[in-house]
């Protein structure tokens, strides 16, 4: 069973940066591709970026291109999201998601996950 714990939203203002954390509670994490998704009040989660195993491949929904950073330390069971610019729009819950082995074909979808963190709460204040 793999947990994941998110860390690091908070409240910033519009054009700040965070970083997201998203820590795993097994040694062998480096054998999961993670997933961040988001949701925001009233709307569905949706996928926001994604790294492979080894760090080396990633992929970002367009609305975050150029302002998000998806990286790993895999010996330290950790996958991060390094956010900038940020602006309102960017306000959800944010979770982290894992899928052993490659990155799922269809990556943007949630369901093709199988483990999920509690999320953490990033607020973008105008």
């Known amino acids: 069973q793999v947990q994941l714990v998110e860390s690091g939203g908070g409240l910033v203002q519009a054009g700040g940066s965070l970083r997201l954390s998203c820590a795993a509670s097994?040694?062998?994490?480096?054998?999961?591709?993670v997933g961040w998704f988001r949701q925001a009040p009233g709307k569905e989660r949706e996928f926001v970026a994604v790294?492979?195993?080894?760090?080396?491949?990633?992929y970002y929904t367009d609305s975050v291109k150029g302002r998000f950073i998806i990286s790993r330390d895999n010996a330290k069971n950790t996958v991060y999201m390094q956010m900038s610019s940020l602006t309102p729009e960017d306000t959800a819950v944010y979770y982290c998601?894992?899928?052993?082995?490659?990155?799922?074909?269809?990556?943007?979808?949630?369901?093709?996950?199988?483990?999920w963190g509690q999320g953490t709460q990033v607020t973008v204040s105008s």
């Open positions: 998601a894992a899928d052993r082995g490659s990155i799922p074909e269809m990556y943007a979808v949630a369901r093709n996950y199988d483990y």
């Open positions: 097994i040694r062998t994490f480096s054998y999961y591709a």
């Open positions: 790294i492979s195993r080894n760090g080396r491949n990633t």
